[in-house]
Every structure is written in C-alpha cells, then in structure tokens.
C-alpha cells in the first residue's frame, strides 16, 4: 500500500469546496486545479474515486474501513435516495371508472338517497322521511360517494350521482338503539325530542355517531366504494375528533367486512329494527 500512497497538497479549493480525503497519507480526490492538472498528465491510472489501478486490485481482495464520514443532515435524508424510489404501481381498478369523489350530503340528496337505499330489502330501508330529518339535523355526519362521467369539452356538466352513502345520528349510548333509529313527530319545530328522559332519533349531545344506513348501488357493488366510503368516513370523524365511538348494526355475513375497519363485534344487538337479528358492532376511538 505504501508504495502508492502520495499525498497531495491542496492549495486552492476548487469551488471552494473542501477535499474529502479517504484517509491520511492516501490519495485524495482531486480537489484543486493543481491536483487535476496531475491526474490527467503524469497519472493516467488514477480514477475518479482518487485510487490507483492497484489500489483497485487490492480493494477486491480485502475491504477497507473508511475512517472517515460525511455528515448528512437528517432532514435532508429523504431528498437522496429519490432516484431509488419507483412511482408508485397503480393498477386501474373498476373503482378508479367512475372518478369517484367524496362529499358530505346535505338535504339537497334526499332523493339521491333514496334512490341509494334500493340497495336494502324493503324492509330495512330508511324511508324518504328519515333521509329529510338526518341530511337536515346532522348533514355532518352524512357522506356520500359519487361519480362525474368525463364530458367532451364545453358540454354542461351533468349533475353527479350519488353511488353510496353513510347516513348517522348522535345517540348517548355505547351502542345503536331502536330510539336512536326513529323519526321525532315533530322535528322540524323542536331542537330535540326527549320521551321519558330518553331522546328519540338524534341527540347531538352523543357521543356515538350510530350508523344507520351503509348502502352501495346495486350495480356499482363490488367495486370497493363501500371500502372506500367507510375508509373516509372513519378518518373524518377521527381526524376531526367529534366523537368518542361509531357503532352500527349488522347482520352476521358482513361482521368480517366491518372488522377490517377495526370495528368490535358486541354479540347480538336489541334493536328489533326490520325483525331484529342484528349485532352490535362499535368502533372505539379511546381506548383508555
Ligand atoms: C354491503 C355493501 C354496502 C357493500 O358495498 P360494496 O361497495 O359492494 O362493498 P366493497 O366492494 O367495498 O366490498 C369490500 C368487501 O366487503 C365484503 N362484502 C361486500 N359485500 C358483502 C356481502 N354482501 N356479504 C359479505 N361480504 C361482503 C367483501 O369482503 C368485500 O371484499 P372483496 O371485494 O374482496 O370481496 C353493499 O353490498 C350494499 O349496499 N348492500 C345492501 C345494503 C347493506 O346490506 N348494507 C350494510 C348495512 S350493515
């Protein structure tokens, strides 16, 4: 090693920048005009990394320790390896067909709802009624999922249709309640309705947002927008932090569709709604 090893001096930096040598007595990479003015006449073997051919030779052999580290600004870290990075793969979906967006729902889509509500056996669906008091008590709470089809340019924009929808009340307690599901008589006069200390439909006092309806379009299910409508829903109320739990009621087939979202199956629930034979299931924000 030692025959190699020639030190130069370095007496301008170029570009002001400070030589970054490997090691003592080793050769450094050039670093002033005098030193490149060296490399190419007298040492033609030197290559960019300021080694010798030999020197190359021996690297192979045994790895050298390098002494000596460059400080990177941990802020900066994530700036380096970009050109590492792949663009993310994303595969088109049929979800990705209908350019869907998200939107809190308000009483101008009753009949959106209404229409998304299909979606349910006759039995268990939410009455246009229903849809008029909570898009108008708690729009809030309410979001739906629609699609805009792409128009030629300079054509009116159609209105967008609404594809999926979450509707939800407040209720005070850890769980959906047949209370929590009616229709107060007389809502449009009276903030709330309470019938023997019991609030009847939506208590904004409540800490549980109950769900009361999750509906897809018959011929966009399958799709992933309940998915992605769920997924949406819950970061909103999280992010937001309006409330402790989001509890809903199901039937058994879909207690591991509501568990994916981090939802807690309760065991079997009283509401008799439609004939019963729900569960509770509750989504806790506090754990503690
Ligand atoms: C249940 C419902 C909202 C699902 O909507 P969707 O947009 O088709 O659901 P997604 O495409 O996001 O489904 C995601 C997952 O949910 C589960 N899932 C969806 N529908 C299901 C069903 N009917 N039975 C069992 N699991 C179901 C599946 O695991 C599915 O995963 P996969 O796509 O890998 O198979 C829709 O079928 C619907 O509106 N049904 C009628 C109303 C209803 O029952 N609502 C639920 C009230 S609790």
């Known amino acids: 090693m030692s025959d190699h090893t020639t030190s130069y001096p370095s007496d301008q930096p170029i570009n002001g920048l400070k030589p970054l040598s490997n090691a003592d007595n080793n050769i450094s990479l050039p670093a002033t005009g005098d030193d490149l003015s060296r490399l190419g006449g007298d040492r033609p073997e030197a290559f960019a990394n300021g080694l010798s ?8 052999d045994e790895e050298e320790v390098d ?24 595969h088109r979906t049929k979800l990705d067909e209908l350019h869907p967006f998200v939107q809190v729902l308000t009483g101008s889509n009753v009949e959106d709802c209404v229409n998304v509500e299909t979606a ?6 939410c009455t246009r009624e229903k849809f008029m008091y909570r898009l108008n ?17 300079g054509q009116p924009k159609p209105r967008p249709t609404l594809v999926g929808h979450i ?8 769980n959906v309640t047949d209370k929590s599901m009616e229709l107060p008589a007389n809502w449009q006069n009276e903030r709330m309705c309470v019938q023997n200390g019991e609030v009847i439909g939506h208590d904004e006092d409540g800490a549980t947002i109950a769900i009361h309806s999750l509906a897809v379009l018959p011929e966009h299910q399958g799709k992933q927008v309940a998915s992605t409508l769920m997924k949406s829903y819950i970061h909103r109320i999280r992010e937001a932090q309006i409330a402790e739990r989001i509890a809903i009621i199901v039937h058994d087939h879909l207690i591991p569709f509501y568990e994916s979202f981090g939802f807690e199956n309760r065991g079997p629930s009283k509401c008799q709604f439609a004939g019963g034979g729900w569960s509770d299931m509750v989504l806790e924000f506090y754990h503690e």
């Open 53 to 60: 051919l030999q020197e190359m030779d021996d690297e192979d």
């Open 67 to 90: 002494e000596d580290y460059v400080a990177v600004d941990h802020e900066d870290v994530n700036e380096y390896p970009y050109w590492f990075r792949r663009p993310p793969v994303h």
């Open 120 to 125: 349910f056996p006759e039995q268990e669906r």
């Open 137 to 153: 008590k708690c729009p809030e709470l309410c979001l739906g999922l629609f699609t805009l089809p792409i128009i030629p340019e």
């Open 167 to 174: 509707v939800a009340t407040r209720t005070s307690g850890p």
